[in-house]
C-alpha cells in the first residue's frame, strides 16, 4: 500500500513538473511582451509564465522586424524631403532691370505653401545730351507664397517689405551734381507659374516666372528738383527716373534649386 501510495506521488510530482517544462520549440516570454505580441486582456496573472510556440514567435518576430524596417524607411524619407528652395534670376520693369535672390522655407513636406525671403537689386541710367543719371534700388521682402488649389502650377503670395533707392545726376555741361535717397516700408503682392523637374530622387529644380507688384506704405525721401539743371530736359529726365523708383512693380524669371 506504501509502495503504491509512493508511487502515486512521485508520478503526480513528475505530472506537476511536466506542465510547467519548456520545451525546445517554446520560448519564455515577459508578461509585457506577451501582452504586445499575442494580444492577450491586461488582466494578465502576474505571477503566470507565458509560452509562444517557436513558429508563433518566429512570425511576430517578423512583424516585429518589418516595423522597424518601415520606421527606418520613413526617418530616410522625412530626412531626404525637400524642405527648403534656393534660387535667383532676372527682374525686368519700367526702366530698371536687375537680378533677384530668394530663399523659399516650405511649410509643409508637399511644399505647398512657403515662407518667402527675398532680395532684389535693380538698377536704371541715363546718358543724354549731357544728363548722367543713375539710379539703383534694393528691396528686401518676407512674404507668404502658396500654390492655388486648382491650378497647381501656379502660386501667389503677400508679404512685406523694406525698399530703398539711390540716385546721383551729373549735368556735363556745367558741372552741376546732386545726390538724393530714399525708402521706406512697403506692401507686396505676387503671382506667378512655376515648372519643377526632378534630377535626383530628392533633389529638384524648377523655372519661375512671375509679375510682382508692390506699393509704400511708409515713404519719404529728399529729393528736392530744384537742385537739377533745369537746362533743356534734364529735369524732366531725373523727375521721370526718381518716379519710377517708387513703383515697385516687376517682372521675374528665374531658376530654383530643391534641397
Given amino acids: 500500500m506504501k509502495k503504491h501510495a509512493l508511487l502515486g506521488i512521485i508520478s503526480s510530482f513528475y505530472l506537476v513538473i511536466s ?17 504586445a505580441q499575442a494580444e492577450v486582456p491586461t488582466s494578465v496573472d502576474e505571477d503566470k509564465e507565458y509560452y509562444l510556440t517557436e513558429e508563433d514567435y518566429n512570425a511576430q518576430k517578423e512583424v516585429t522586424v518589418s516595423a522597424d524596417e518601415d520606421e527606418d524607411e520613413d526617418d530616410i524619407d522625412q530626412t531626404g524631403t525637400t ?34 525671403t527675398q532680395l532684389a537689386v535693380d538698377y536704371t541710367s541715363v546718358d543724354s545730351e549731357g544728363t548722367k543719371l543713375n539710379i539703383s534700388r534694393q528691396c528686401l521682402t518676407v512674404s507668404y507664397n502658396r500654390l492655388l488649389p486648382v491650378l497647381s502650377d501656379i502660386y501667389g503670395g503677400l508679404g512685406l517689405g523694406f525698399g530703398q ?51 509704400y506704405i511708409g515713404y519719404s525721401d529728399n529729393y528736392d528738383e530744384t537742385k537739377v539743371s533745369n537746362q533743356t530736359n534734364h529735369r ?15 517682372f521675374v ?7
Fill in 19 to 35: 506542465c510547467h517544462s519548456v520545451s525546445a520549440e517554446e520560448y519564455l516570454l515577459t508578461k509585457d511582451v506577451y501582452i
Fill in 165 to 215: 533707392s539711390n540716385m546721383t545726376y551729373h549735368n556735363t555741361n556745367n558741372d552741376n551734381k546732386y545726390d538724393a535717397d530714399g525708402g521706406g516700408l512697403f506692401l507686396m503682392g505676387e503671382i506667378g507659374w512655376k515648372k519643377v523637374w526632378k534630377y535626383h530622387e530628392h533633389r529638384e529644380f524648377g523655372l519661375n516666372v512671375g509679375l510682382q507688384s508692390g506699393v
Fill in 253 to 259: 524669371v528665374g531658376f530654383d534649386v530643391f534641397f
Fill in 83 to 116: 524642405f527648403a528652395r534656393l534660387g535667383a534670376g532676372i527682374t525686368t520693369f519700367n526702366v530698371f532691370t536687375g537680378l533677384y535672390f530668394v530663399f523659399d522655407y516650405f511649410l509643409n513636406r508637399d511644399i505647398k505653401s512657403a515662407i518667402r
Fill in 236 to 250: 524732366d529726365i531725373v523727375n521721370t527716373g526718381w518716379q519710377a523708383s517708387q513703383q515697385l512693380s516687376r
